[in-house]
């Protein structure tokens, strides 16, 4: 995030590179960047001539020189922007040559989503060298939670603990995705408000009580009550709770519980950054481990294990949910 505010304020002030090459597997950023300088380096009248917008499936490499190569017309300067542009992975070595020698009148901006350039090769150390390559890393989602905080305080607006778990929880590390409902909430709430797990379940859809963030809580607190009642939820509404996603959750924690037991340094810091998870779960491992031996963590992921192969219906067609869900319970609390 720090290297997107850096290009982000290069821009603003001045310094703009002839090339920017935006290429990773979290496509967020690439986005941002891409939208940033469409809107900002030429004014509503200069666009009509001077911007061109290119998709990768749609163009090829010599196209795309060829509208590099043009003169602005009565702007300071042109911006052609190739979106999608890792469909054009095949023939990329073939823009080395324009790379060596931008249009400086030009700003050419690739948007090349979920693939990377080879570092060793020529073209990549061409285009470091002339322009600007940056590449969007995906995040651990134990570090999405801070990234929530950090986007929503700078938008004038807070979360509570939950709230923000709730959504690394169900979205994960899409970035896209959780701004997407960020924003939807942005425009519900008045700026200054702080974002509560019942924002959540009213306006994302998702319950604050049955959900997978509870289910697993229940589990690790040997609530078996309320572990039996989401689970019975989870059975009556299997579509929006897929068997095969909540065992692969639940089989995630006690992964990462068996990792906790083999720690050394169990201070919160630290399980939050070995384990990868969100720093607001690290109370829920240490209250689990109490209840839940090594021992008897590694008898409960094999048989998580077996219930994934069942959930597939592999050995197991006659097994409904519910049947399977009594089984996970039983192999977890006996």
């Given at each position: 995030?720090?290297?997107?505010?850096?290009?982000?304020?290069?821009?603003?002030?001045?310094?703009?590179?002839?090339?920017?090459?935006?290429?990773?597997?979290?496509?967020?950023?690439?986005?941002?960047?891409?939208?940033?300088?469409?809107?900002?380096?030429?004014?509503?009248?200069?666009?009509?001539?001077?911007?061109?917008?290119?998709?990768?499936?749609?163009?090829?490499?010599?196209?795309?020189?060829?509208?590099?190569?043009?003169?602005?017309?009565?702007?300071?300067?042109?911006?052609?922007?190739?979106?999608?542009?890792?469909?054009?992975?095949?023939?990329?070595?073939?823009?080395?040559?324009?790379?060596?020698?931008?249009?400086?009148?030009?700003?050419?901006?690739?948007?090349?989503?979920?693939?990377?350039?080879?570092?060793?090769?020529?073209?990549?150390?061409?285009?470091e060298k002339h322009g600007l390559v940056y590449e969007s890393k995906k995040m651990y989602e134990n570090q999405v939670g801070q990234w929530i905080n950090r986007v929503l305080q700078g938008r004038g607006y807070n979360i509570e603990p939950k709230a923000n778990a709730m959504l690394v929880t169900f979205l994960g590390n899409d970035l896209s995705r959780i701004?997407?409902?960020?924003?939807?909430?942005?425009?519900?709430?008045?700026?200054?408000?702080?974002?509560?797990?019942?924002?959540?379940?009213?306006?994302?859809?998702?319950?604050?009580?049955?959900?997978?963030?509870?289910?697993?809580?229940?589990?690790?607190?040997?609530?078996?009550?309320?572990?039996?009642?989401?689970?019975?939820?989870?059975?009556?509404?299997?579509?929006?709770?897929?068997?095969?996603?909540?065992?692969?959750?639940?089989?995630?924690?006690?992964?990462?519980?068996?990792?906790?037991?083999?720690?050394?340094?169990?201070?919160?810091?630290?399980?939050?950054?070995?384990?990868?998870?969100?720093?607001?779960?690290?109370?829920?491992?240490?209250?689990?481990?109490?209840?839940?031996?090594?021992?008897?963590?590694?008898?409960?992921?094999?048989?998580?294990?077996?219930?994934?192969?069942?959930?597939?219906?592999?050995?197991?067609?006659?097994?409904?949910?519910?049947?399977?869900?009594?089984?996970?319970?039983?192999?977890?609390?006996?």
């Amino acid at each position: 995030m720090d290297e997107v505010v850096k290009i982000i304020n290069d821009i603003k002030a001045g310094k703009i590179k002839p090339i920017y090459f935006l290429m990773g597997e979290e496509p967020y950023y690439i986005d941002r960047i891409t939208e940033y300088l469409e809107n900002s380096l030429l004014s509503e009248d200069e666009k009509g001539f001077n911007q061109i917008v290119l998709y990768g499936r749609d163009t090829s490499i010599d196209e795309i020189v060829s509208n590099a190569k043009r003169f602005p017309m009565m702007a300071e300067r042109q911006v052609v922007i190739v979106k999608e542009a890792q469909d054009l992975a095949k023939t990329i070595d073939k823009f080395e040559a324009y790379a060596q020698n931008p249009q400086p009148t030009t700003v050419l901006v690739f948007a090349y989503k979920y693939k990377t350039l080879d570092k060793r090769k020529k073209v990549t150390k061409t285009l470091e060298k002339h322009g600007l390559v940056y590449e969007s890393k995906k995040m651990y989602e134990n570090q999405v939670g801070q990234w929530i905080n950090r986007v929503l305080q700078g938008r004038g607006y807070n979360i509570e603990p939950k709230a923000n778990a709730m959504l690394v929880t169900f979205l994960g590390n899409d970035l896209s995705r959780i701004a997407n409902e960020l924003n939807k909430l942005e425009i519900i709430l008045p700026k200054g408000s702080t974002i509560t797990p019942n924002h959540i379940e009213e306006n994302i859809g998702f319950s604050k009580d049955f959900n997978v963030f509870e289910f697993r809580k229940a589990i690790g607190e040997g609530n078996k009550a309320k572990a039996h009642q989401i689970a019975t939820y989870f059975a009556q509404n299997a579509k929006e709770n897929p068997m095969v996603l909540v065992n692969g959750q639940v089989f995630s924690f006690f992964s990462a519980l068996l990792q906790y037991h083999g720690l050394k340094d169990k201070s919160p810091g630290n399980v939050a950054k070995v384990l990868k998870v969100n720093p607001y779960f690290v109370n829920d491992y240490i209250e689990a481990s109490k209840r839940f031996p090594m021992r008897k963590v590694s008898s409960i992921v094999a048989a998580l294990r077996g219930i994934d192969v069942k959930s597939k219906g592999v050995g197991a067609a006659n097994l409904n949910d519910a049947e399977l869900y009594k089984e996970m319970l039983l192999s977890i609390f006996t």
